[in-house]
């Protein structure tokens, strides 16, 4: 066991995404962790997709042996409002397509069953006067 | 002349009572770890959280404690043996799943998730307790 199960299963997602040349039309391969990262005052680099770990509970024996971890993984693009119909929703679709029934593994984890969605994530922001798009889910995965 | 005669009435409100506190004790657990996991600046996100079930609400109305801060108003109340876990704090939001220049800060995703196992255990307790089986059973049969 790693002890980092649930970071790693996101690193698998996120190999999977970048690899993806149709999903690099719409946002390259700006796939960040928690938050984009950006030079001080300078703007974010729209668009662009943000992985995160909502939430991790161990599974473990009495014995103490810990088989996996139940995990909560943020998946979502980020982008300008005026740019939702023509790169956002395509992007966050072939995110979807691309994580939703999936499993994988590195040398680091493997993620047992498959990625199931449990949740829509479609909310906005103003920045600077700029409505500011989310476009995502949380998906549950067993890491172990 | 034939007389039919069993308890099913005492069973079944014997399990809607234990099913609506377990439903309502697991709901303000999740409040509370929500609260312990939420930022703090002036404490209005936090204080904000409130539980509204069928006949009640511990939701009070805030002040905002400086510009932009809002609240939106209580909700309706949830049918039987429901409750809704609210964030009142018009920025909750960004704080559970982020914002395009800052990370996000779950409160009530793993709050729900810590509840998520003992509240099955206990739902099937109760059920076990009235000796009718699981909830799955139950429902099988009813």
């Known amino acids: 066991m790693a002890g980092t199960e649930a970071t790693d299963a996101l690193t698998v997602y996120f190999t999977l995404l970048k690899a993806d040349t149709t999903l690099q039309a719409f946002i390259g391969q700006k796939w960040y962790k928690d938050v ?3 030079a001080p005052g300078s703007s974010p680099p729209w668009p662009f997709g943000i992985g995160q770990v909502q939430a991790a509970t161990d599974i473990q024996f009495l014995s103490a042996r810990r088989v996996g971890a139940d995990t909560l993984l943020m998946l979502k693009v980020i982008g300008l409002d005026g740019d939702f119909t023509a790169t956002l929703r395509p992007a966050y679709r072939r995110v979807d ?3 939703q029934g999936t499993s994988g593994s590195s040398s680091d984890v493997l993620i047992i069953g498959k990625a199931v969605r449990e949740q829509l994530l479609d ?6 006067g700029q409505v500011i798009r989310h476009l995502g889910g949380v998906y549950r995965v067993l890491a172990q | 002349m034939e007389l039919e005669f069993n308890h099913f009435d005492e069973v079944f409100a014997g399990i809607d009572q234990q099913v609506n506190q377990l439903v309502r004790k697991t709901a303000f657990d999740i409040e509370g770890s929500a609260k312990q996991e939420s930022r703090v600046r002036y404490g209005f996100m936090r204080n904000a959280w409130y539980v509204r079930t069928e006949d009640s609400s511990d939701y009070t109305s805030l002040s ?10 209580e909700i309706a109340a949830p049918g039987h ?11 909750t ?3 559970e799943y ?4 800052m990370g996000a800060q779950p409160m009530l995703t793993p709050a729900v ?7 099955l255990t206990a739902l099937e307790a109760a059920s076990n307790g009235a000796g009718v089986g699981t909830i799955a059973e139950f429902a099988l049969i009813g």
């Open chain 2, 98 to 101: 982020g914002t395009s220049k």
């Open chain 1, 36 to 38: 984009a990262q950006t």
């Open chain 2, 113 to 119: 998730e810590r509840a998520r196992q003992p509240f």
């Open chain 1, 123 to 128: 909310y906005s922001e103003i920045v600077n």
């Open chain 2, 64 to 73: 905002a404690p400086a510009p932009g801060y809002r609240e939106f108003p």
């Open chain 2, 81 to 91: 043996n429901e409750a809704l876990i609210v964030g009142g704090a018009a920025h």
């Open chain 1, 97 to 99: 397509a691309l994580v």
């Open chain 2, 93 to 95: 939001v960004y704080n």
